[in-house]
C-alpha cells in the first residue's frame, strides 16, 4: 500500500471518534499504521462493538517548558548541523546523547489497551485486516524505554531537543519522558511534511494534546506549513517555526537543460515504475531519461534502463550518493515521478513534474503551482521550464536557519522571554 492510502484509512478510523473523546496514544498508532499495514481486504469483515471511554492525558499535567539553555540530540548531526550551530552562536550549549538499548516492559495502561482495540477493531470491521501484535509490540517498547529515558535526559541538563522523523518508533519514549521533564521537543522536517502523510496530516482535536506529539514543528516554508496545518487542529496544540531546510540546496545556473530526470521509487513499497508515462514524455521532449534511483536501490535502477531501452527510450543513470537532487534537476527539462517528493523540490527551480498519482494531484489542487501535470493531461507540446514560477519549498540558508532559531528561544513556552 502507497503511503497516502495508508493515511486515508486512518484518518476515515480517527474521524469516527468524537472530539471530546480524548486521543493520547494516536501518534504511535499512526506510526503503527504506516509501517505495518500492508494491505487492505474489504470482503472479511467482523462486527464492531468497541467504543474509547477513558480520558487522556491533558498537557496540563507535564511541568511548564524550561527557559532553553542547553540543547541536545542524539543523531542525524549531518542533517541538524546547520541549526545546531545556529543554537550555539546564540550562546547555547550543544550535547549528543546515546541512544539505549532496547527493552521491553510488556504491561499496558488500561487507556493503551482501549485505543489499540479500538483501532485494530476498526481496522478489522472495515478493512478486515489486523495490526494488533504489531502495535501491542511497539508499545511494550515504549513502556520498557521511558523510565530508561527520563533519567538519562534528566542527568543531561538539557532544556530542549531537536530531531528529525518524530514518529520514529525510537523516539516516542524519549518524547513521552521529555513532556515529564518540561523539555522542549523540536521536530524538524525531512522531506513530506502533510496533506495525506500519516504521521503529518489532519490531526484531529482529540489527538493535540497527545505527550508523543513534539513541541515544535520546524518548517521549511510557508507550502510546508500550510501542509502541515490544512484541514488540522495541529496549530493549535504545538508551535509552527518556518526555519528552513537545514541542508542548504544549490540555485540552477543559467543553460540549457536537455535531459528527463526520472526519481525512482522502491518498488518493494509496492510503487509501480511508470514505463508507458515515461516514454510518452521521452516522445514528447525528444531528450534522454537521467533515472535517479534511491540510493539504497540502485539496483532496481539497472533494471530499468534496460527495459527502457527494450521500448526505444534512451536513457542513463545517476549515481545518488555523487549527486544531489538539486544537482540532477539542475540538468533537467522536466521531471517525471509517481509520488516522490522531488517533484517539491522541483518547484523551487522552476522544473516542472509530470506526475502519475493522486498525491501530488492532491498539491496541485491545493496551490495551483502550474508546474505539477497530470501524464494524462498532457497535450503533446513539448514541456519547457519555468523559472518564473519557481516557489521555494525547500531551499535552507543560514538566514532563515538564525531567524526560526531566534523565534524558537522567543516562545512563550520553553524559549528565552
Excluded at 233 to 247: L, T, W
Excluded at 255 to 282: A, C, M, N, W
Aim: glycine share 6%.
Amino acid at each position: 500500500m502507497l503511503t497516502h492510502e495508508k493515511f486515508d484509512i486512518f484518518n476515515e478510523i480517527v474521524s469516527s471518534i468524537p472530539d471530546e473523546i480524548s486521543l493520547t496514544y494516536s501518534p504511535l498508532i499512526r506510526e503503527g499504521f504506516h509501517f505495518c499495514l500492508k494491505h487492505v481486504d474489504r470482503k472479511d469483515t467482523v462486527p464492531f462493538k468497541g467504543e474509547i471511554s477513558l480520558s487522556g492525558v491533558s498537557s496540563t499535567s507535564y511541568p511548564r517548558k524550561r527557559s532553553i539553555e542547553k540543547v541536545g540530540f542524539f543523531y542525524d548531526q549531518e542533517f541538524l548541523q546547520n541549526i545546531l550551530f545556529a543554537f550555539s552562536r546564540e550562546g547555547l550549549e550543544i550535547e549528543q546523547l546515546k541512544l539505549l538499548h532496547p527493552r521491553m516492559k510488556k504491561v499496558l495502561s488500561n487507556k493503551q489497551k482501549e485505543e489499540i482495540s479500538y483501532f485494530d477493531s476498526k481496522l478489522k470491521e472495515g478493512f478486515g485486516i489486523s495490526i494488533r501484535d504489531a502495535l501491542v509490540e511497539r508499545f511494550h517498547l515504549m513502556n520498557g524505554m521511558v523510565a530508561g529515558y527520563y533519567e538519562l535526559l534528566k542527568a543531561s541538563g538539557v532544556d530542549a531537543l531537536v530531531l528529525r522523523v518524530y514518529y520514529g518508533l525510537y523516539y516516542f519514549p524519549i518524547i513521552l519522558a521529555c513532556k515529564m521533564l518540561g523539555i522542549t521537543v523540536i521536530d524538524v522536517q525531512h522531506g513530506m511534511n502533510g496533506l495525506r502523510h500519516p504521521c503529518y496530516s489532519k490531526f484531529n482535536k482529540n489527538e493535540i494534546d497527545s505527550p508523543l506529539l513534539p513541541d515544535v514543528f520546524w518548517t521549511w516554508s510557508d507550502m510546508a506549513t500550510r501542509m502541515l496545518k490544512k484541514d488540522s487542529a495541529i496549530g493549535s496544540g504545538v508551535h509552527i517555526v518556518e526555519g528552513g531546510n537545514p541542508k542548504f540546496g544549490k540555485k540552477i545556473k543559467p543553460g540549457k537543460k536537455d535531459s528527463i530526470l526520472y526519481t525512482h521509487q522502491p518498488q518493494s513499497k509496492g510503487v509501480r515504475v511508470p514505463y508507458e508515462e515515461i516514454k510518452k514524455v521521452f516522445e514528447i521532449q525528444k531528450e534522454i531519461v537521467a533515472v535517479r534511483p534511491h540510493p539504497l536501490h540502485v539496483a532496481e535502477a539497472k533494471d530499468i534502463q534496460n527495459n527502457l531501452r527494450h521500448m526505444g527510450v534512451k536513457s542513463n543513470l545517476i549515481d545518488p550518493e555523487k549527486e544531489t537532487i538539486h544537482e540532477s534537476l539542475s540538468k533537467a527539462s522536466v521531471h517525471v515521478t509517481n509520488y516522490s517528493t522531488c517533484a517539491l523540490d522541483a518547484l523551487n527551480f522552476g522544473v516542472p513534474t509530470v506526475y502519475c498519482s493522486e498525491f501530488i494531484r492532491d498539491i496541485e489542487r491545493e496551490f495551483s503551482t502550474g508546474l505539477l501535470f497530470d501524464v494524462n493531461e498532457l497535450s503533446g507540446k513539448k514541456i519547457e521550464r519555468m523559472p518564473e514560477r519557481a516557489i521555494d519549498y525547500s531551499i535552507g540558508s543560514k538566514e532563515k536557519i538564525r531567524k526560526g532559531v531566534k523565534e524558537l528561544l522567543s516562545l512563550p513556552s520553553g524559549g528565552k522571554v
